[in-house]
């Protein structure tokens, strides 16, 4: 994979790295987007229902019912002699070996590496969505990889990865590409992380967490009108999703993209803070993450770090133990303190783990136990 295809793909803007370690193991797996591949990397979608009107997917709260030939709003879904397809799978347009702590999870396997992968698609339409090149097009439209589940496996273990990350654009809308890649994975003992913006119906949602291991979700706002606005769905799918990880016994993590002018209401951020707080989301580490200007929103300014700090206060003061600022680099807010002492256990500066105080996952001060899944 070279310099070009992230920048065609929008991930070098994201703050991916450049270069793949196993970039020769990967080497010819490379096709354009024809017919002839398409109908290699699709299969009958796994939850659908048939009407009167069309096919209607039953993956995420769009619910799009489709009569032949048309594409679901996820732009990877159609309806062919009256079946639901998806055409992502198989062939992700985005392939990478990144530090878990980017996704970000950092109470999960720190230090380590996570194969990472997406297909074109999304089943929203944020106007500051980051990757938007390959989120808001078809797999038709991209140059993808060759990579069945079986061969992602195997490049996870060839480049000494201890999980597959699904994420850059949204794996709910790549379901069964993402469902049988960590089928295969769990059987190997490779962990599967989802990084996703929870937008799912709750029985899908429940037959992928089979085999995933941990996740971080964008809860985007606290707000319906600007789920609707800003992003084109609905809140509340969102708060249940999250619910659904919890009960599955996932790994959880949340971000919370602080855009100016959109969700840096700090009333609307505690009110958020408090219904994590009461909903048993209090060891949930939380991250509020800086905005920088992308997409339709380049008229705005990046987010003050005085906006970040004043909503990790908010979120402390709810109860919620672990909160984190990202995307400002050197930040003391990206460390891990006890929430006992009050020592750092872990230090980072920017992706990378500086100091680990932590023994057997608890601080080595004073012996607290520090939630997450540290080996």
């Known amino acids: 994979m070279d310099k070009r295809t992230f920048l065609r793909t929008g991930i070098l803007g994201s703050g991916c790295l450049l270069c793949l370690p196993g970039e020769r193991a990967l080497a010819g797996l490379l096709a354009g987007p024809t017919d002839n591949d398409m109908s290699k990397w699709t299969r009958e979608a796994l939850f659908y229902s048939e009407t009167p009107r069309g096919v209607k997917c039953l993956i995420c709260p769009n619910e ?6 048309e594409l679901s709003d996820c732009h990877n879904r159609t309806n062919k002699d009256g079946k639901l397809y998806t055409i992502a799978y198989g062939n992700p347009c985005a392939i990478h070996i990144d530090p878990i702590e980017k996704k970000p999870l950092n ?10 992968i997406a297909t074109a698609g999304c089943n929203l339409a944020c106007l500051n969505c980051q990757n938007w090149e390959i989120s808001q097009t078809s797999p038709r439209e991209t ?17 000494n990865c201890l999980s597959i990350s699904y994420t850059y654009s ?8 993402t469902c049988d890649s960590a089928k295969i994975a769990r059987e190997q003992g490779i962990r599967n992380v989802l990084v996703s913006a929870g937008y799912i119906n709750p029985d899908p949602l429940r037959h992928m967490l089979t085999n995933v291991d941990a996740a971080n979700i964008d809860l985007k706002s606290f707000s319906e009108e600007i789920y609707l606005k800003l992003n084109a769905g609905k809140l509340q799918p969102v708060l249940d999703a999250l619910k659904i990880y919890v009960e599955e016994g996932v790994w959880l993590e949340i971000t919370n993209l602080v855009v100016p002018g959109w ?3 700090l009333d609307m951020i505690a009110r958020m803070c408090d219904w994590l707080s009461k909903n048993g989301f209090r060891d949930v580490p939380l991250h509020f993450s800086r905005f920088h200007p992308t997409y339709k929103l380049t008229e705005l300014p990046p987010t003050p770090v005085g906006t970040l700090e004043k909503a990790r206060e908010i979120a402390m003061k709810a109860g919620i133990r672990f909160v984190y ?3 400002v680099p050197g930040h003391e807010a ?4 006890c929430p006992e002492c009050g020592k750092i256990v872990v230090e980072r500066k920017g992706f990378q783990v500086t100091t680990n105080n932590l023994l057997k996952g608890k601080c080595k001060a004073c012996g607290t136990a520090i939630p997450g899944v540290w080996e």
Do not use: W
């Open 64 to 69: 799009c019912t489709l009569k032949p030939g």
């Open 263 to 265: 969700t840096d209401d």
């Open 170 to 177: 949204e794996p709910n809308t790549f379901f069964e590409y």
């Open 143 to 159: 140059r993808n990889y060759d990579l069945m589940p079986e061969a992602v496996v195997e490049q996870a273990i060839k480049n």
């Open 334 to 337: 990206s460390n891990t303190y």
């Open 325 to 327: 600022i990202g995307n």
């Open 107 to 116: 109470h999960f396997l720190p230090t380590s590496s996570s194969f990472s």
